[in-house]
């Protein structure tokens, strides 16, 4: 007697549970190696996905384990593909007798046929146009106050330094940078940007007026 054998009533329940939680397109199948290969089939679940049935054999994977050229590793997530070619994503789990010798296995075959195809579409729908790999950083928001808190977050990462570790020169490039964004077009925005950075509004001044004598040298 086998392993399957053996425990055919839990290894069919452990099936069974398998294939009712993933649905119709998840083959589940007991495979007894111990009986002729023609027929090592002695319980399968959702078998249209194969087209197999109990009493069937087993594949050449299973034959080339039993031969020995292959190691009998459990293998999970590869993919296959049926003579009239669905997809499949399938898992083999193996038994073995005390000796170590396979005698059984467990096989789950996946049917992602609609799954790719809904991913090829999606590709396509998602794809950038002109083959543009890199996003536009687009701040979607509310209003206008959460517009400019996350400007000057934005502006404060891009030095890569804590806001509070901030030279003079680092600050001076962030009202540059903001105010090449369009930042100060906002009413209030000098205020706001002040308060973030700890500084005066005076400041904020100095700052975008160094900024722009900088700007017109270079």
Known sequence: ???VSDNLNLLSDIARCIAMQFGENCEVVLHDLTLPYNKTIVAIWNGHVTGRKVGDGGTNAGLEILKGSVAPN???GYINTTPNGKILRSSSKYFRDEYGKVN???CINLDITDLVKCEKTLSVLLQEPGGQTERAKEF???N???LLEQMMQEAVLATGKDIKR???EEKVAIVQMLDQKGFFLIKKS???LAHHLGLSRYSIYNYLNEANANGEEA
Do not use: C, P, R
């Open 166 to 168: 901030l030279t003079k």
């Open 190 to 192: 000098a205020e706001k």
């Open 144 to 146: 206008i106050d959460e």
């Open 140 to 142: 979607f928001v509310g």
């Open 104 to 106: 059984g296995s467990m």
């Open 1 to 3: 007697m086998g392993y």
């Open 74 to 76: 459990d293998q999970y």
